[in-house]
């Protein structure tokens, strides 16, 4: 197998760790959503989709704001304990090696907990960070909306405390979509800063971009 191939695989496998992923009223196994997220070619595969999110700075975003663009996106939340900090934090050092690569490119970090992360409390999330990365936000539906196109897998976890004081559990992938908007690879979210600079600039590169 390739290397996208694995990392779609891995995919499927924190759907597996986290049950029976729930899509359009209908449980799909692990078998099914492995072939949701394997089959096809770069470009044509079914993650991704229409959307029209919030960003921080208040603007309305959708699929096509960006297009012409290549897109990373990033799914997390802003009272995640490590996963997020650590692929926002690799996300940024990415975007400094890719040098003037990094203007053809519109980098996202999307909530899966639209409760609690509000424009107001994203863009201060967001501060520590490459100032590039993009906060969305939206309503519950919509961004319920996203995680299904993107096929993603996000729990919220019931704590001993009370309003909001719970965890979500979820992927942590790192998306690339290409300038039409079509899905092109993934990578984790623990991939060091070089790694993903390296793996961008040879998408792009392939593409002739």
């Known amino acids: 197998m390739n290397g996208r191939t694995n990392r779609l695989i891995m995919i499927a496998l924190t759907f597996a760790a986290g049950g029976i992923l729930l899509v359009g009223g209908v449980l799909l196994g692990t078998f099914l959503q ?10 044509t595969a079914t993650i991704g989709g229409p959307f029209t999110l919030v960003a921080t700075d208040g603007q309305k975003v959708s699929d096509q704001t960006y297009r012409g663009k290549w897109v990373l996106i990033y799914f997390g939340y802003t009272y995640c304990p490590d996963a997020c900090p650590t692929a926002l934090n690799n996300i940024s050092v990415a975007l400094e090696k890719l040098g003037p690569d990094a203007g053809k490119l519109q980098t996202f970090f999307v909530t899966v907990d639209p409760q609690r992360d509000t424009q ?4 201060d999330y967001l501060k520590p960070f490459d100032s590039r990365i993009l906060g969305l936000t939206g309503t ?3 961004i319920d909306d996203v995680i299904k196109e993107f096929h993603l897998y996000a ?9 909001n004081d719970y965890y979500v559990s979820h992927s942590s992938y790192i ?10 690879d993934v ?17 792009m590169r392939d593409a002739g971009s």
């Open 34 to 43: 492995m072939r949701i997220l394997t089959e096809g070619t770069p470009g």
């Open 120 to 123: 107001e409390v994203m863009t």
């Open 140 to 142: 519950k539906a919509q």
């Open 155 to 163: 729990s919220a976890e019931k704590s001993e405390g009370h309003g």
């Open 175 to 184: 998306y690339l979509m290409d300038p039409h908007g079509s899905f092109v």
């Open 187 to 203: 990578i984790h979210g623990n991939a060091v800063g070089d790694e993903i600079a390296i793996w961008v600039r040879k998408v």
